[in-house]
Structures are given as structure tokens and as C-alpha cells.
């Protein structure tokens, strides 16, 4: 199988419940939920069927987390749709996610994005940093040695980012030296989307999207625009 190179963290402040949940299903645990006193967040780490780990986190109350735990206190909890077929008990849901990327040179890397890409550190944890890129999503950058995941040459991810400015971020993606292109132009062949794709320093492939209003896209942009 292809090398994994990111993982998910779903943020929730039902960590035990979550954990009760989890043991009893059919899922392999990578790491178990061993929380101790003192540290700024807890978790555990489960493995999906195809090899992705899903880390459960809960942020504490802690110096490290003061910027983000005023964010995550307003942030409403993601419940199923009550049609929806799952074993999940009512009243479990997730307030958030983070996205985690594996990188050689965190210093490097770290500039890029809040440099050359504009992102706001909120969460500094030495070896890995996490910024917000939407109500409820963040963008983790993790140092490969000591992160779950090592740094590979192939990446098994793209990161998306949504935008009502995508002539503009094309302009100037696409004459920064910083940027790396894939995409010659804005790719506008598909009625539901117009998009374009670059790199990062690493090699990770970074796309701007933005949804066209149609009608396969209602329920998405219905979302976004309570956003």
C-alpha cells in the first residue's frame, strides 16, 4: 500500500465517550486512551480499515492551548443527521478536525505557510504547530522524527482550501517564487468547480477550490455560507 503521509485529528470534548465507543467496534487502537493530569491535551489513536490513523483529541484547559481553547468553547459539536444509518450513540459528535502533514525542515516549512501562504500560528507544541484554516478545520505541521508518521517521497493527500478569490490566490501562487505550479491555468472544465493545484516545499500538493452554484453543490454551499 502507499506510504501514509497524514493523519487526522477529530476534536471532540466526549474523548471518554468516544473511547467507550470505540473499544467495543471491530477497529484496531494504535495507541489507547491513557490520560494523565497536567498535559495539554489527551487522546487516543485508532486505525481506519484502509491504514489512516484517526486520533480522537480533547485540548485542555493549558497555557498551550490559550489561544485555541476560546475558539473550540464557541465552536457548535457535529452530530450525524438523525436518518443516517450509524451505530454512533446520539449525542456523540466532533467540534473539529486538524489535518497533520509530516516535514523534513519544520523551520522551513513553518515560514511557508505563515509567510508566503498567511496562516496564524495558534497552537505551539514544539514539534508540531497548528493553524486555523476554516471555522472547524486546522492545518497541522508535524516534524517526521517525531511525529507518527515519517516523511515520504509520495504523498497520499491533497489539502483544499475554499475561496471567493480564486483569480486572485492564482495570481499570485502562480508568480511566487515560493510555489511550485502543477496546474498551467485555472482549471474551469467542470460545471460544479474551478480550481487549481500547486506544492509546497515538501511536496505535498495544495489546491484552491471554489464551488460554482449548481445544484450538485446546494447542500456544500449551503454549509459554507453558514460559515
Known sequence: ????????????????????????????IKAPYNPKEGRPHHGFVAI???????????FNIHEENEKLSPVLDKSPTIYPPNDQNT?????????????????????????????????????????AKIYPISPSGYFGLV????????????????MS????????????????EAIKMRSRKIEDGSP???????????????EWDVFNDVPDNEELLKILKEQ
Open 1 to 28: 500500500s502507499e506510504p501514509k503521509s497524514v493523519a487526522i485529528a477529530l476534536i471532540t470534548d466526549q474523548l471518554d465517550e468516544w473511547f467507550d465507543y470505540i473499544e467495543k467496534q471491530d477497529v484496531e
Open 48 to 58: 481506519d480499515p484502509e491504514g489512516y490513523f484517526l486520533e480522537f483529541e480533547r
Open 87 to 127: 451505530t454512533v450513540p446520539p449525542g456523540l459528535g466532533f467540534k473539529a478536525t486538524v489535518v497533520w502533514f509530516y516535514y523534513k525542515d519544520m523551520e522551513g516549512i513553518q515560514r511557508f505557510y505563515e509567510d508566503v501562504m498567511g496562516f496564524d500560528l495558534i497552537v505551539d507544541q514544539g514539534w
Open 143 to 158: 516534524d517526521e522524527q517525531r511525529g507518527m508518521h515519517n516523511f515520504a517521497e509520495q504523498k497520499a493527500v491533497t
Open 161 to 176: 482550501f475554499w475561496t471567493d478569490r480564486l483569480d486572485d490566490w492564482y495570481a499570485y501562487a502562480s508568480t511566487h
Open 192 to 206: 460544479e468547480y474551478r480550481a487549481f493545484v500547486g506544492y509546497d516545499p515538501e511536496g505535498y500538493y495544495i
